[in-house]
Structures are given as structure tokens and as C-alpha cells.
């Protein structure tokens, strides 16, 4: 039995350990700063950053429900649209759990969420070179925007331009 | 004399007006839905979903400030970070006062403000042949993240992919 639920204060060791283990995947393990305390801060006291979904499968009636994957997400805003959407940021099976839909399933929390609080758009981040993930998301309806990229301040270069006097 | 300070509900109107200036500029002025009501109720009504920074500039001292352009933000999330960081939405200066900086002097607000709390990271998008202003972007240090893309799913694909039961 796969169930989706929202993620709570105590799910906050699973969340980071499915963080590591997501960046693992993508081959950047040392990339991950985030502590315990910075995920309960932002997750799960004021002012929210973010919100969290944890996929728990129980083999059955009986079984206790183990954590399968995650989605977290937070809210964009359209200026074009005049209303939020939301962002994906991780959505993450854990890999003895694939190709079991859990990632479908998931996502379409997300997007139940999104349409309930009346969002024009659902919107993640993909790598270029990832098209097997490409392949399902198109599938799934989704668009790749081709002509947009993100450009990213960060740093010494951050902290230059906020020295800058007007 | 250039002033720059957080927008507030009497400044609907003028946001209003710069977003639709911005798509006419990007000759999409066809899409922009948002209504006076909505950006009154996402920016300054819990929940709040977006800030806004107004730039004003005077002649002189004795001269009344006319609005310059604008700066619309949100807070994203990084979990390999473990903390949010600052979403540029618009940064728009009105055409016949550009060249003065004003651009440049909104961004390092919003910069200033990243760094106050603590974001490790400010993005935005750029469409990938808006050559002019990459570079100036990245004269001011920011990366572009060229092997990724954003995904959408919008209207239809997200209504489907919501009334999929898990």
C-alpha cells in the first residue's frame, strides 16, 4: 500500500538522509550543507520556506510503512499570471522502490495541491542532458521551456553587488 | 536623486502598469492576466507571496519622485544548501530612464537583502538569446547554469495529471 502524506517535524532525519542520497545519485554528495536544524527551521516553523511530501509503502495491512521517496516544493510567483505557482525542487524514490509509480504518484500530489490552490503552473528544474527524465515529464504533459536559462549570483559575487551603494 | 524602497499597497497600480511595459517590451503584452485585485492580495495580504522594491528618481530635491522601475521577488529553497534563497521575478526600468543605473541599483537592494538573510544564492532566468543582458549579468559576476532547464506543466496536463489516483 503506497501512501502520500504530508511531511511532519519528525520526518526531518528522512528528508536530509533522502537528500543525500539524491545528491549521491547525481554524483555531488559533498554538495549538501543542510543540517537537521536548518531543514525544522525551514520546514516547519515560521515563515515556511518550503513544504514536504513523504511517500511511505507498506507491503501490506500488517507491514510497517517504510519512507519511499519525497517531493518538496515552495511557491513562485507570476507576475504574467498574477498568481503563485509552485516549484519542485526534489522529487526522489528511493531506488529499490522504483518503477513502481511512486514518483507519478508523488508528482501528482503536487499537482493536486497546485490546482487546489488555483496555480496556473507546476514548474521543476531539469538537466539538459537528462533525457530519459525529459521522456517522462513530456509524457506527463510537461513542457521544457528551451529558450529560458537561470542565472545564478552567489558568493564573493553576492556579496560585492550588495555592497554596492546606490 | 535616485530612492529605492519596499512597495506598498498604494503602489499596485504602478506595479501593475511596469509588469505590462515588460511584456510589451518582450512583445507578449497578450499575456499578462494579472489583475490590480491579485497583486494587492499575493503581495500585501498574508500569505504573502511575493516583495516588491519600487525605484524613484527626482530632478532635484524640490522635484516630485517619479517611479523609475521595479524589483518582484519570492524566496525559493535549496536543500543542498539548506536554507532559501531569492527568486528575481522582474527587474524592469522604464525605457527613457535607463543608462542611469537604476537597473543595476535595484538588483544590489535585492542583493543586499539576500545577504541580510543569509541566502546563499539569488537566480533569475534570461532567455538564452538575450546576449546584452547576460552580459551585463554576468560583468556583475552571476553564472549562467547552462545544462539546466525548467519544466511546466500548465492548464489541461496539470488538471490530468492532479485527478491521477494514486
Given amino acids: 500500500m503506497l501512501h502520500i502524506r504530508p511531511a511532519t517535524a519528525a520526518d526531518v532525519p528522512t528528508i536530509l538522509r533522502f537528500i543525500r542520497e539524491l545528491a549521491l545519485y547525481e554524483r555531488e554528495p559533498a554538495a549538501v550543507v543542510a543540517t537537521e536544524a536548518g531543514l ?28 519511499a521517496g519525497f517531493a518538496l516544493f515552495f511557491t513562485s510567483y507570476s507576475t504574467w499570471r498574477g498568481h503563485h505557482g509552485i516549484r519542485l525542487e ?8 522504483r518503477g513502481k509509480g511512486i514518483g507519478k504518484a508523488l508528482l501528482a500530489r503536487v499537482a493536486q495541491i497546485a490546482v487546489a490552490e488555483g496555480c496556473p503552473r507546476l514548474e521543476w528544474d531539469v538537466l539538459d542532458w537528462n533525457q530519459p527524465a525529459i521522456d517522462v515529464y513530456q509524457r506527463l504533459g510537461a513542457n521544457i521551456l528551451t529558450e529560458w536559462r537561470i542565472m545564478r549570483l552567489s558568493g564573493d559575487a553576492l556579496s560585492t553587488l550588495a555592497a554596492h551603494s546606490t
Same sequence: chains 1, 2.
Fill in 90 to 97: 526534489d522529487l526522489y524514490v528511493t531506488p529499490e522502490l
Fill in 40 to 67: 525544522l527551521r525551514d520546514g516547519f516553523t515560521e515563515p515556511v520556506r518550503f513544504r514536504c511530501l513523504i511517500a511511505e509503502l507498506a507491503a501490506g495491512a500488517e507491514e510497517i510503512a517504510a519512507p
